[in-house]
């Protein structure tokens, strides 16, 4: 099953059946950088990736907050009908699904992965979307890219 479409304006693209995984992108980002995790979840993953407001194939305005992106997230989550999906967030990414976790506590989620959110922006004190009170158990770990000598930060986290 494939489709794309535009519902209040946001392009989702909605690929397989099975465990929903929804992909958030980071700043300056589009659904499409996720074409290769996409391909990599045929079966049994439902996978969801959509453009915000104003960027992509979205049409409107950019939204110029996390609560503006965080409520992109959360039509997606209640248009599409997911029922406790897997968010993966790359960079921004992540800091939109902390926003919208706090801001719409309802929307359930199986688990959240964070890939490349800055940990500075996790430690500072003026940082509200972290990962305090959000789950039981958090695992940190680092990998080095062979392509680069950066260093990615994922997270994941279950509820």
């Not at 919208?100 to 992965?113: A, F, H, K, N, T």
């Amino acid at each position: 099953m494939q489709n794309s479409f535009s519902t209040t304006n946001l392009a989702i693209s909605v690929v397989g059946d099975g465990r929903p995984v929804v992909f958030v992108n980071g700043f300056g980002s589009y659904k499409e950088i996720w074409t290769a995790q996409v391909a990599a979840f045929r079966r049994g993953v439902q996978t969801v990736c959509f453009d915000y407001h104003g960027q992509g194939e979205s049409a409107g305005v950019m939204a110029t907050n996390l609560e503006q992106l965080a409520a992109d997230l959360a039509h997606v989550i209640r248009q599409q009908k997911l029922v406790r999906p897997l968010l993966v967030g790359h960079s921004m990414g992540a800091s939109v699904i902390w926003a919208m976790r706090r801001q719409y506590p309802e929307l359930m989620v199986s688990g959240i992965m964070v890939v490349d959110q800055s940990p500075k922006m996790i430690n500072d004190a003026q940082w509200r979307y972290g990962y305090r009170g959000l789950t039981s158990r958090t695992l940190l770990f680092s990998y080095s890219s062979r392509a680069k000598a950066t260093k990615h930060y994922v997270v994941w986290c279950r509820q």
